[in-house]
């Protein structure tokens, strides 16, 4: 390879591989996050509306009207926060986008060395990389054809 040809390379690790594996691990990150703290908030919702129902049947306080109220209203809450967990599809697109950084990842096995690759090295691992992000992008277009059942 030439120097050019190693610098080509370089950048293309760098700016291409590399960035494009950092923007997906991000992204399912962020979207792992978000999935498990609306499970979290609606679980401790579950859990006050269940204490707030013990706490009116027990009449506590002479309460029990009061109780009630806030039983239905944590249990609404909570249901909001699952649906719009639902809604936003944080578990399914928080996979398409870990799928598509675990097959990056995956993909490090095979990088070529740029001051000792060979040319039809580096044009594998390039079609390589390429396929793996336009197999994404097509998987999104399935997504938005036919999304996955929510309910």
């Known amino acids: 390879m030439t120097d050019r040809d190693e610098q080509a390379l370089r950048a293309y690790l760098r700016?291409?591989?590399?960035?494009?594996f950092a923007y997906y691990e991000s992204r399912a990150d962020e979207y792992a996050t978000a999935h498990g703290q609306a499970l979290?908030?609606?679980?401790?919702?579950?859990?006050?509306?269940?204490?707030?129902g013990v706490l009116g049947a027990a009449d506590i306080w002479a309460f029990r009207a009061g109780w009630g109220v806030l039983a239905v209203a944590f249990a609404g809450a909570a249901a909001f926060i699952t649906g719009y967990d639902a809604l936003l599809g944080y578990e399914p697109i928080g996979g398409l986008y870990q799928n598509t950084a675990d097959r990056l990842y995956a993909l490090r096995?095979?990088?070529?060395?740029?001051?000792?690759?060979?040319?039809?090295?580096?044009?594998?691992?390039?079609?390589?990389?390429?396929?793996?992000?336009?197999?994404?992008?097509?998987?999104?277009?399935?997504?938005?054809?036919?999304?996955?059942?929510?309910?």
Do not use: F, K, N
């Not at 700016?15 to 494009?20: C, E, K, N, P, V």
């Not at 390429?130 to 992008?137: D, K, T």
């Open 109 to 151: 096995a095979i990088e070529p060395d740029p001051s000792t690759a060979d040319p039809q090295q580096v044009a594998a691992y390039v079609t390589a990389v390429e396929s793996v992000l336009s197999q994404e992008h097509v998987r999104w277009e399935e997504l938005v054809d036919d999304p996955p059942d929510r309910a």
């Open 15 to 20: 700016h291409r591989y590399a960035d494009q």
């Open 40 to 52: 979290m908030a609606s679980t401790m919702l579950l859990l006050a509306a269940g204490a707030c």
